[in-house]
Each structure stands twice: as structure tokens, then as C-alpha cells.
């Protein structure tokens, strides 16, 4: 078995190091609970996450994320980082979620055109168009003269819609 990379504690703050040179943060008083396992990290489109090998468990393939590891979550919850950042996993940044809450802490689109979130150029009215989404549903929010006030219209709504899972970025 390979030898455990060394946890490095700076104030309450423990850096855990990952394979390909990344390091995911955790609360030092949860290095007891990630200490001992070899954790690799997974690179995915937008983020990073610090996952380690499960042997003998059924159904759910054969690794953990670390985030999921520390709050213990139990299948089908889902655990979201608040600052979108994978390899942060505080406790501070970590909360339970269920899907529409984690898909409301999103980025804006890679395509996205307006340069903000949930606006839209509608060709046919010649305006800018809000939009909102809540579970599988899109809410349409209005037409407008500017995307600034598009924008202020769906930031309004997300924040009203997902409360504290509103990402306006």
C-alpha cells in the first residue's frame, strides 16, 4: 500500500495534499477523519475535487469525495460548496442541498452572451429577456431595455426563489 502523504496544519486550517500538486483545505479539527486515507484529486470541467478509494461498498462505484466523507451524507443528499471552490471543504463552506438547491449555486453559462446571469438577448422583441430557473422550471421574468435592469430583475428573483443558495454570479 502506498505511504500516507503528511496533513500540514496551519492555524485551524489543515492543508491535505492531493495527487497532480493540488491540496484540499479542511477544519484542522477534522484531520482525524481524513488522516490515513490516500486522497487523489478528480478534475472535472469546472472544479476540482479531493476524492479517496472505498473498497467493498455496493452501489456507489468505488471512491468518496471528501466533502461528502466529512459531513457523512447519506445517499441521494447532496453537499454543496458555498464558494464553488471543490478543494475547500470547511466546514464553513460545506452544506447539505438538495439537487434545485445545488443547481441554484451555479456559475452563469459558459455561454452566456449578456455577461450576466439570467439574461438573454431576445432577438424577436429586440429587448433583454430575465429568466429564472426552480426545479425543471423556467420562469420568465420580463422584458427590458438594458441588461443591467434584466439583471436586476433576476438577482430580485433568485434571491427571493433560493434564498440562500442564490448564486447572482
Given at each position: 500500500m ?6 500540514e ?14 491540496v ?29 478509494r ?19 451524507a447519506k ?10 471552490d ?8 460545506l ?14 453559462n ?11 438577448w ?17 420562469k ?11 439583471y ?18
Amino acid at each position: 500500500m502506498p505511504q500516507k502523504r503528511e496533513i500540514e496544519i496551519v492555524g485551524d486550517i489543515a492543508m491535505v495534499p492531493l495527487t497532480r500538486g493540488f491540496v484540499a483545505k479542511v477544519d484542522a479539527s477534522d484531520v482525524d477523519k481524513v488522516s490515513g486515507y490516500n486522497w487523489f484529486a478528480i478534475v472535472q470541467k469546472h472544479c476540482v475535487y479531493a476524492m479517496r478509494r472505498v473498497s467493498g461498498v455496493k452501489g456507489r462505484g468505488s471512491k468518496i469525495s471528501m466533502h461528502r466523507h466529512l459531513l457523512d451524507a447519506k445517499d441521494g443528499i447532496q453537499v454543496d460548496h458555498i464558494d464553488l471552490d471543490g478543494l475547500n471543504n470547511r466546514r464553513s463552506n460545506l452544506r447539505f442541498a438538495d439537487p434545485s438547491e445545488n443547481s441554484a449555486n451555479r456559475r452563469k453559462n459558459s455561454r452566456n452572451t449578456s455577461g450576466y446571469k439570467g439574461v438573454c438577448w431576445n432577438k424577436a422583441c429586440g429587448k433583454w429577456q430575465a429568466q429564472i430557473r426552480s426545479g425543471n422550471v423556467r420562469k420568465y421574468l420580463g422584458l427590458f431595455d438594458t441588461a443591467e435592469k434584466a439583471y436586476n430583475a433576476y438577482c430580485e428573483a433568485a434571491k427571493a426563489e433560493h434564498k440562500q443558495f442564490a448564486r447572482l454570479t
